[in-house]
């Protein structure tokens, strides 16, 4: 004669195989059509239930027989110092990382104000040769307005002397 399969609530598997109620729900989903898992009806609706052959078929835990069910899984010190350690390292590489990005953006402020500084150098001396260009132009332009009456007068001298040709009608009518 078979040993009837024991059956357990979702609650009952997570406190007795140290597992998250989370965890089993989610083995329960993965296994809801086999016979590893059944419903049974309560006041609130239905609950799956999931054997406990199964449950230690999954986790294989000889440890799950000898805790009771408030007694959790305890994880050796070793590997808890080691994360420990490794935790601390992480957090001072990550300072670390954090530094050299405040020493980048100061280098980069540094830098662009040393660019600012160089275009406005740049832009200065351009408006000082444009500045020397245009008193340049405007000293030729006053010499040539000093020649510009002199020869005037003299054209002016020319064309008196000349008397001026008839027109197109007065030489055709005479005039």
Do not use: C
């Not at 357990?8 to 089993?24: C, D, H, M, P, V």
């Not at 309560?42 to 799950?64: R, V, W």
């Not at 500045?131 to 006053?142: A, D, F, I, V």
């Amino acid at each position: 004669m078979e040993a009837p399969i024991e059956f357990l609530s979702i609650k009952q598997a997570a406190q007795l195989y140290g597992k998250s109620e989370q965890t089993i729900r989610r083995l329960v989903k993965q296994h809801v059509k086999t016979s590893h898992v059944r419903t049974e009806a309560t006041p609130k609706g239905n609950a799956y239930l999931i054997s406990q052959a199964f449950l230690q078929e999954q986790y294989l835990t000889s440890q799950a027989t000898t805790q009771t069910p408030t007694q959790p899984e305890q994880l050796p010190a070793v590997i808890v110092s080691n994360q420990a350690e490794e935790v601390a390292q992480l957090q001072q590489q990550l300072l670390e990382r954090d530094q050299t990005i405040q020493q980048l953006q100061s280098r980069l402020l540094e830098q662009n104000d040393v660019l600012n500084a160089l275009t406005n150098q740049m832009n200065s001396q351009r408006i000082g040769h444009i500045e020397e260009l245009l008193l340049r132009q405007n000293e030729q332009l006053g010499e040539l307005q000093k020649r510009l009456p002199e020869v005037t007068q003299n054209s002016s001298v020319i064309t008196q002397a000349a008397p001026p040709k008839p027109g197109f009608w007065k030489r055709l009518f005479g005039g």
